[in-house]
């Protein structure tokens, strides 16, 4: 946002990324996916067994729970995996912003 000239990185207004404006525009969608995503480390962490260390094994055994384990299990992963898509988008926004002012200062 500093390299931009933006007030904040929240300024979405003029990107054309669709899904940066859903998560900035509407905060129920960011909520969703920001608790989504503590919620899955919680989860992860209570079905964790203590002899594994494999993140697979631990996602296995939690999609042999009860229906509405494994609801709250999907629903959360996808929440984190958006979140995780928003994230990177941010980041390429931001490397896209540091080579354009990089190309304006070089010349």
């Known amino acids: 946002s500093f390299l931009s000239g933006k007030t904040s990185h929240k300024d979405v207004k003029h990107t054309g990324n669709g899904l940066l404006k859903l998560y900035y525009g509407y905060r129920p969608f960011m909520a969703f996916c920001c608790v989504a995503s503590e919620v899955l480390y919680i989860i992860l962490f209570l079905y964790a067994d203590a002899k594994s260390t494999s993140l ?35 980041m390429k926004t931001a490397a896209d912003a540091c080579v354009a002012y990089d190309s304006k200062r070089g010349k």
């Open 56 to 90: 697979l094994n631990t996602c296995r055994g939690i999609l042999k729970e009860s229906p509405l384990v494994v609801f709250m299990f999907i629903s959360t992963l996808i929440g984190w995996a958006l979140k995780q898509v928003i994230n990177v988008i941010q």
